[in-house]
Every structure is written in structure tokens, then in C-alpha cells.
């Protein structure tokens, strides 16, 4: 049986239904918390590893809201928009992320997406994502650029 090949719209569509449910914080009422999981290429339990993509993440995320959305929004109002971020390792292959954003009605429009793409491409220049939430990562937009089918 041949199986049909997705094509990269489709595998898209499957990837924006995948992003993980915002959960309100206990801790913060004004937050909500996301978990991703992520399969990766290399030895997620490297704990020097993981302080470099979470400083990474830290470090990138302002910069790049600034870049995208700096022309509408101010500096102060973005850097609250900087999520906290902490990466658990599940085992040598994967690692959940955890997340904890300003709520929508906090933060500006697009701000999560663009702190989620930096959180992620922090993750998959130190450990190599293989997929997140089980879809391969060539259909999720906020890593990969869209490839033409």
C-alpha cells in the first residue's frame, strides 16, 4: 500500500492545530502557560546544553519582538512580553518546554508567536528538532521557512 505523501500545506494545517493549549497560570493569573514537546537530534539531558538555549531564548526574544513589532509598541511595553522559559528533559530524545506568557489581553497580537519562533529556534540550534508536539518540524512555520511543494 502506498501511502499518500503530505503535502506541505496540509502538514502545516496539521502543525497550527498541534500548538499547545494556553493554560492559565496558578502562580500568575495574568499568564498562561504553553508545554511543548519536542523531539530532538541531540542529548537533551546535556544540562550545559539547556542553559544555552534557555539564555539563548532569553537573550534573542526581545531583540526579535523589537524588530517586528517595535514600529507599533515601545520597549517596555515588549520586554513584558518576553516569556519565562524552562526545559525539562524527558530523556535523551526529547524535552518538554515549558512557557509562561502574558495573557491576550496583556500583551500585543502577535507577540507570542514571535517569542514562541525564537524559544524554538534557540532549542533547535543547540539540540536539532526533529519534530514538535509530533509533527516534523519542516511544517512548523515559526522554524522552518515554507518550502514549495
Not at 37 to 58: G, H, K, M, P, W
Not at 110 to 134: C, N, P, T, Y
Not at 135 to 147: A, D, E, G, Q
Amino acid at each position: 500500500m502506498v501511502r499518500p505523501r503530505v503535502t506541505y500545506a496540509r502538514g502545516a494545517e496539521i502543525a497550527s492545530t498541534s500548538i499547545p493549549p494556553a493554560l492559565k497560570s496558578p502562580s500568575s493569573p495574568n499568564k498562561i502557560l504553553r508545554r511543548w514537546i519536542l523531539r530532538v537530534s541531540s542529548d537533551a539531558t546535556e544540562q550545559s546544553a539547556l542553559e544555552n538555549a534557555e539564555r539563548f531564548a532569553r537573550d534573542n526574544t526581545l531583540q526579535s519582538l523589537l524588530a517586528a513589532l517595535g514600529p507599533s509598541y515601545g520597549e517596555e511595553q515588549l520586554a513584558r512580553c518576553v516569556p519565562l522559559v524552562e526545559l525539562e528533559p524527558i530523556d535523551e530524545n526529547h524535552i518538554l518546554v515549558h512557557a509562561l506568557h502574558p495573557s491576550r489581553e496583556e500583551e500585543p497580537s502577535d507577540a507570542v508567536l514571535v517569542a514562541m519562533a525564537e524559544i524554538l529556534k534557540a532549542i533547535d540550534v543547540e539540540f536539532g528538532i526533529e519534530d514538535i508536539q509530533g509533527v516534523p518540524k519542516r511544517f512548523w512555520l515559526l522554524v522552518s521557512p515554507p518550502i514549495e511543494d
